[in-house]
């Protein structure tokens, strides 16, 4: 080959090659920020999950009654003050990994599902009632987030 087909050669991987690349590890950079979010929501709905188990593995304490249990003994109140503890600290990650002011649709999506539980959870009043004593230590953020669901949710 001569140096004219060299010279050709490295303008068109220049001109052609150069942007294609760029823009292949950029979409494989965006694809590989997808996955690691969609697996960051799967492992925290696969908390959810557990934490339903926990709540059915109780069903004294009346989790899932339209009223809360009105009359629960000592320990009941222990279990149940314990549940919510765990609840909200998966709420706060959820929070804390999920919530972005300026979301994408996606995230958005993702988003508006956790804060469908978390205002289902705060329409209960036994929750809302423990909800100063469980946001204690949490996220300043998060704190104010979930009591002004738990506001607009009493309305």
Not at 65 to 79: F, G, I, K, N
């Amino acid at each position: 080959m001569d140096i004219q087909t060299w010279e050709l050669a490295s303008y068109v991987v220049t001109v052609i090659g150069l942007p294609l690349a760029i823009f292949v590890f950029f979409f494989e950079q965006r694809k590989e920020r997808d996955n690691e979010e969609e697996e960051v929501y799967q492992l925290l709905s696969d908390n959810y999950q557990d934490f339903l188990r926990v709540a059915l593995d109780n069903p004294d304490l009346s989790l899932f009654a339209e009223r809360p249990a009105s009359r629960l003994d000592e320990e009941q109140r222990e279990r149940r003050i314990i549940i919510f503890n765990m609840l909200v600290s998966l709420f706060e990650r959820a929070y804390l990994l999920l919530y972005e002011n300026d979301m994408k649709p996606r995230q958005a999506r993702r988003w508006r599902s956790w804060e469908d539980y978390m205002s289902e959870w705060c329409q209960r009043a036994d929750f809302c009632a423990a909800l100063p004593e469980l946001l204690r230590g949490e996220d300043p953020e998060f704190a104010a987030y979930l009591r002004k669901l738990a506001t607009d949710g009493r309305r």
